[in-house]
């Protein structure tokens, strides 16, 4: 699971004796039963309706996902696309690849596959799901770091220009990238710890099921590393990159406004002394050719800062599509540790496949992101993966017509055919 929430394999178990005693393990009460504090039968309700859906959208959000981003890394890496910002990209779209990629034997297992219990929640199968919530939290936790970077460099190559290729270059970038794929998991720690494979006997059938649960270490003075668990997934993993963006996103828009602002001056400042030019030169032959110069460096100034622009409304997007889906997880969390045990089983674990899916979806979209805002991605994915036929054929003039009585050709049409 995306977010940590303890026993993914043991909650659709009718024929397990044992079920209540998971909730009771983590000191709340079975939530099939008692008076709803805090999320009401609105939200029971709904979740089973989505859990009969999810499994079928996550499957194809991840293969559509893992199509997506192998294609950003095939189109990033190509060497007209080097830079650093696109090095930071390439190192998101890897890791947004491999949680997609890990969670499709995810999601057949819980949601698709139907098995007799013996099998689902044999030892083998709890292993595999107790990997999943600490391999897909790890490298969910790399592309927040990397999302946080990628608006970091984009604040100071709009906010300091100047210094923006001694602090932001390729070799501070890759720096940067490696150490999210370090320092990420030392951060997961906590969650590591805090789970395990439990085992419980069937009173009926004699048969052993296995279970992810609070470990030992988790339920401690009170559940003290759960607690902690939990501060370090909402509040560092979550709140603090969300605001972080938040902060740099207004400063980014900002930065927009006041550059549309400045390009604005010029181009005024440059038509009124092009005006003021041509009446002081007379028609001289001088003046506009002094005039034109200035006009062509206005020019390739105006679009410089456009391209700028398009580059930073794109990674703007990115980072919208961040806070939409990661804030409300972080909130939760948060609200878990504060509200107790009691919040977490009547409204977080109903809202987990929510928060996966929001999460599955946000690491998959980039790509119609990048195509839809970036000229220069679509140019090289078109470059790249355009059929080789297509550039066999192309459009030569063929005159069909005659010559009129003034030398004239009359009657060209353009063929398309195959260069030999």
Known sequence: MLAPTPSPAMDAVDDIATTADYYNATNGTDPGGGTSVYCGAGLESFQSSYRAGHGIISLLVCLFGSVANGLNIAVLTRREMASPTNAILTGLAVADLLVMLEYIPFALHMYLLIRPPSEKYSYPWTVFVLFHSNFAQVFHTISIWLTVTLAVWRYIAVAHPARNHEWCNMR????????????????????????????????????????????????????????????????????????????????????????????????????????????????????????????????????????????????????????????????????????????????????????????????????????????????????????????????????????DGNGHTVGVTMTQVTNV
Not at 239 to 252: G, K, N, Q
Not at 278 to 298: M, T
Request: glycine share 8%; hydrophobic share 45%.
């Open 172 to 403: 501070t970038t890759v720096i940067a990238i490696f150490s999210g794929y370090v320092i990420c998991p030392l951060l997961c720690i906590p969650v590591y710890l805090t789970f395990s494979i439990q085992s419980s006997v069937d009173a009926k059938t004699n048969a052993t099921y296995y279970f992810v649960n609070l470990s030992d270490m988790g339920k401690f003075h009170n559940g003290l590393l759960k607690n902690i668990n939990f501060w370090v997934y909402s509040v560092v993993i979550k709140l603090v990159p969300c605001a972080a963006l938040t902060i740099l996103s207004l400063r980014l828009i900002f930065a927009l406004l006041e550059t549309k602002r400045r390009r604005q001056q010029l181009s005024m400042g440059s038509s009124v002394h092009q005006a003021l030019n041509g009446g002081a030169s007379g028609g001289g032959g001088g003046g506009k050719r002094k005039s034109s110069r200035r006009a062509n460096k206005s020019q390739r100034l105006v679009e410089k800062e456009k391209q700028t622009d398009r580059t930073t409304k794109m990674l703007l997007a990115v980072l919208l599509l961040f806070l939409i889906t990661e804030a409300p997880q972080g909130l939760l969390g948060l609200l878990s540790v504060l509200l107790g045990n009691q919040f977490f089983q009547e409204c977080y674990v109903k809202l987990g496949d929510v928060m996966d899916i929001l999460a599955l979806i946000n690491s998959a979209i980039n790509f119609m992101v990048y195509c839809c805002m970036s000229r220069q991605f679509r140019n090289t994915f078109n470059t790249l993966f355009r059929p080789r036929l297509l550039n066999a054929w192309t459009m030569v003039p063929q005159t069909n017509g005659h010559e």
